[in-house]
């Protein structure tokens, strides 16, 4: 078996309205990876996004763990790649927290027992144990968005794909969400315009610009190319300039040094 969790080639998409949200897009994603999926609004990252569980089906291949993405498989499918969407209240139906984080985990089959462990083990995860017994909707945007990840950790996805999943976060969150994401061990694709967030968590990066691949390489290689980010109408994230910063600033002493 090979060790690529994600393959996408060849895959183009067309909305009703003739949209061409994809263009020909070819690429891997290997079990463990963390990879970072950046571009402006409206570059197709998400569109890009749910082509992975089957939501949205174009011409071309996707597989997950080998396994092409048709009608016949969605189950299995769905139940590998976790999808947790910008909108939370795209995610958010049940009459409780609780309710909603055990959906999957009932659908599964599991016991009553198990989905109890499941849903308090994804909620302190998120730091939303406390809700459990509120109504979703009841919830600041932020706190759904916590929740909307909570449905999809109590899972257990081999793959985790994320839509700007640090929108709308108060600055101690967005801060537990990326330790989080950090630690955890499984393949994570993020697509946002955080790229700080990106910085921090993701090996890879692809840069997607009116549905192509307009470039992908390592995350310093790709956040750290400012005229890259520019003409896709990005910029280089705080951290780096940070660190390019003192990166600059000790070799100026250290050359100062080197001169007395």
Known sequence: MSDKAVEMKHVSYSYPDTTEALRDVTIDIFAGESVGLIGPNGAGKSTLLLQLNGILKGKGCVKIFDTEVHDKNLRQVRKDVGLVFQDPDSQLFMPTVFDDVAFGPINMSLSEQKVKESVAEALRDVDMLDAAARSSHHLSF??????????????????????????????????????????????????????????????????????????????????ANASLLERHGLEMPPSIIKAGQIFEGTRQIENHTATI
């Open 142 to 223: 932020g706190e759904k968005k916590r929740v909307s990840i909570a449905t999809v950790l109590s899972m257990n996805p081999r793959i985790l794909v994320l839509d700007e999943p640090s929108s709308n976060l108060d600055p101690k969150h967005r801060r537990e969400l990326i330790h989080f994401l950090r630690d955890l061990s499984i393949t994570k694709i993020i697509a946002t315009h955080d790229l700080d967030l990106v910085w921090q968590i993701c090996s890879r990066v692809v840069l997607i610009d009116k549905g192509r691949i307009a470039a992908e390489g390592s995350t310093l290689d790709i956040l």
